[in-house]
């Protein structure tokens, strides 16, 4: 969970900051697009790189889901006859949303690569570039909103994530542990602001 | 005060439980909640029932036997043990619901009495050091530095209530295990079978059915003695340093 969790993490912030490009207009963006799929040329093949990155990625969310599985499946065993009342003392909205978050971004996942990567389910359809499926998709409302709350899902996600994961690494302590906390929540704000940004923006024409 | 009581009443392992209601008056708000569960049993003996069976032996909060769902938090409202709580945290016509701890690995007796052996396997896996016995040992011939010495100490407190597994939402006894890890690791006397301790003891944990940790910290906040969180992160330093150093894991 940990370490497949640092790689997302690691991930997402480079994806952020790609999409950021958006920002500087369709060339660069595009040009950032194609410059990913060359990334290594000449001494590496076309989407060498790439798919070195997208074949990492698929290992580690198949082991993160593996684990989570194994944790829910444990989780049912270990309390077969369930509370009449239980109360929550201190958990937090993220820590207790992990499941079933996670359950909505995978969905998300799928959504989100047959829409900006793939095309299939974007109005620009599949021949067209990365900057004219982004401001063509964005433009929907319902598209925005769907990305707003799989993104706040995904925040919440990263939250939980960054504190649990420095636990479950033996990096915690008293001492740290609300720093820790602090910097998980104060993380997921950034990074998840940083992803809304796009999507609003051409909502509201400021990408065009 | 006047209560009324939702109780968990199983005759048997083997029989279905349910909840049942009781009526109880003239509750003192100085009585403890045993003392006040020992007025329902006086008074479903008087009148030819059969009473409720739960566990308590100290009553001073520190053997760790009592240990209820109250309300459906772990020893109540409170943070301590269920025999240091009194009835003045609650209110005269409150309906309090008194659950046993649900686990898998805590297979209720009868009402609301659990088997917490589970507890001592885990302990016997690894929460031990074997040391040679005797006379006491010359205090200043094995120095333990002062913060080492109040942090094993904090985790030693644990008195094996098995409140952190029945507030765990996964149904973990992670907390438990990571006391007796921290309480043993941070000491020189710990050190010899450090790593094997944690990989038995977190084996043994996960085979007598008790969940895997989340780390959501329900378990610290319910806790009596206070055991943080941080027993759990120094548990996982042990378990990875054991697994590097050539550990070969059992679960």
Known sequence: ????????????????????????GAETFNNYSEFLRELGEPILPRLTVLTIIRVVLLVAIATHIWAAVSLWRQAKR????????????????????????????????????????????????????????????????????????????????????????????GHSNKRRERALNVFATAFAVVLIGGYLLIPFSVLFGIID | MQLTLRVWRQPSPAVKGKMANYHLTDVSPDMS????????????????????????????????????????????????????????????????????????????????????????????????????TGTAPEAHATPVPKVDADAAFDAAT?????????????????????????????????????????????????????GGCTNIGECSAVCPKGISMETISRLNHDLLGALRAGAVPTS
């Open chain 1, 1 to 24: 969970m940990a370490v497949t969790g640092i790689i997302f993490v690691l991930y997402l912030i480079a994806h952020m900051v790609g999409n950021l490009k958006a920002f500087a």
């Open chain 1, 78 to 169: 270990a309390r077969p006859i369930g509370y009449v009342t239980k109360k929550r003392v201190q958990q937090s909205y993220a820590s207790r949303t992990m499941r079933w978050g996670g359950i909505i971004l995978f969905l998300f996942i799928v959504w989100h690569i047959l829409d900006l990567t793939l095309g299939a389910v974007n109005p620009a359809g599949r021949d067209s570039l990365p900057y004219g499926r982004l401001v063509e998709g964005f433009q929907n409302p319902v598209v925005v909103i769907w990305y707003a709350v799989a993104l706040i899902v995904l925040g919440f996600h990263i939250r939980h994530g960054v504190w649990s994961a420095t636990q479950s690494l």
């Open chain 2, 33 to 132: 909640f045993l003392e006040m569960l020992d007025v329902l049993n006086e008074q479903l003996i008087l009148s030819g029932e059969d009473p409720v069976a739960f566990d308590h032996d100290c009553r001073e909060g520190i053997c760790g036997s009592c240990g209820l769902m109250i309300n459906g938090i772990a020893h109540g409202p409170e943070q301590t043990t269920t025999c240091q709580l009194h009835m003045r945290s609650f209110s005269d016509g409150d309906t309090i619901d008194i659950e046993p701890w649900r686990s898998g690995g805590f297979p209720v007796v009868k009402d609301l009495v659990v088997d917490r052996s589970a507890f001592d396997r885990i302990i016997s896996a690894g929460g031990f050091i074997s040391a040679p």
């Open chain 2, 158 to 210: 644990c008195i094996g209530c098995g409140a952190c597994v029945a507030a765990c939402p996964n149904g973990s006894a992670m907390l438990f295990t990571a006391a007796k890890v921290t309480h043993l690791g941070l000491l020189p006397q710990g050190q010899p079978e450090r790593d094997s301790r944690v990989v038995r003891m977190v084996a043994q944990q996960d085979a007598e059915d008790f």
